[in-house]
T-cell receptor, first 118, second 110 residues
Framework: DAGVIQSPRHEVTEMGQEVTLRCKPI?????LFWYRQTMMRGLELLIY????????DSGMPEDRFSAKMPNASFSTLKIQPSEPRDSAVYFC????????????????FGAGSRLTVL | AQSVTQLDSQVPVFEEAPVELRCNYS??????LFWYVQYPNQGLQLLLK??????LVKGINGFEAEFNKSQTSFHLRKPSVHISDTAEYFC????????FGTGTRLLVSP
């Protein structure tokens, strides 16, 4: 398996532009997570999906951020309009989450997308 | 609510010396604990996990961690480090959602 694949690996854009980050989870995994990593705030969970349905988006900073998962093999995180404070590394992770009594959830992370907003 | 505190932001150590990276957690529900490692410009990789059973957990690359419920700790240890262990290490707690600590940078020098 190629693991979790994210694109682009690096993105430099200007303030006000739309940014779209993409993620292909591991085949067979049923859950997908978007995290953001910054020096100031560390790793923050933005949103996660289970069976393509958003379950918890409480970490999404504001309305400028949106995430979709149209099918089991693809997800996007969109920022519109982008701002300099959105500069960070965005990680996608996937897992095979068992049912409500299934216990722990072991995440496999992608290599990340480094976003710089000028 | 769940949280993790990594007490050291950076730990310098000489090659072949032992190391301990500290992690304390807070959780009001079943405790599942993880250590992940992040090498430069890469994503996080799972080192080891505690789900239940034996409190001493062995992971990859010679690392191990001990779950201590009374002290709410899950410290990571390695008896002899290598230069290649230089990386950022993250402790995490959670079941469906993982909450990560702020990370500890391990710097191994010759």
């Amino acid at each position: 398996d190629a693991g979790v694949i994210q694109s682009p690996r690096h993105e430099v854009t200007e303030m006000g532009q739309e940014v779209t980050l993409r993620c292909k989870p591991i085949s067979g995994h049923n859950s997908l997570f978007w995290y953001r990593q910054t020096m100031m705030r560390g790793l923050e969970l933005l949103i996660y999906f289970n069976n393509n349905v958003p379950i918890d988006d409480s970490g999404m900073p504001e309305d400028r951020f949106s995430a979709k998962m149209p099918n089991a093999s693809f997800s996007t995180l969109k920022i519109q309009p982008s701002e300099p404070r959105d500069s960070a590394v965005y990680f996608c992770a996937s897992s095979l989450m068992l049912g409500a009594a299934g216990g722990a959830n072991v995440l496999t992370f992608g290599a990340g997308s480094r976003l710089t907003v000028l | 609510a769940q949280s993790v505190t990594q007490l050291d932001s950076q730990v310098p150590v000489f090659e072949e010396a032992p190391v301990e990276l500290r992690c304390n957690y807070s959780s009001s529900v079943s405790v599942y604990l993880f250590w992940y490692v992040q090498y430069p410009n890469q994503g996080l990789q799972l080192l080891l996990k505690y789900l239940s059973g034996s409190t001493l957990v062995k992971g990859i690359n010679g690392f191990e961690a001990e779950f201590n419920k009374s002290q709410t700790s899950f410290h990571l240890r390695k008896p002899s480090v290598h230069i290649s262990d230089t990386a950022e290490y993250f402790c995490a707690v959670g079941a469906k959602k993982l909450v990560f600590g702020t990370g500890t940078r391990l710097l191994v020098s010759p």
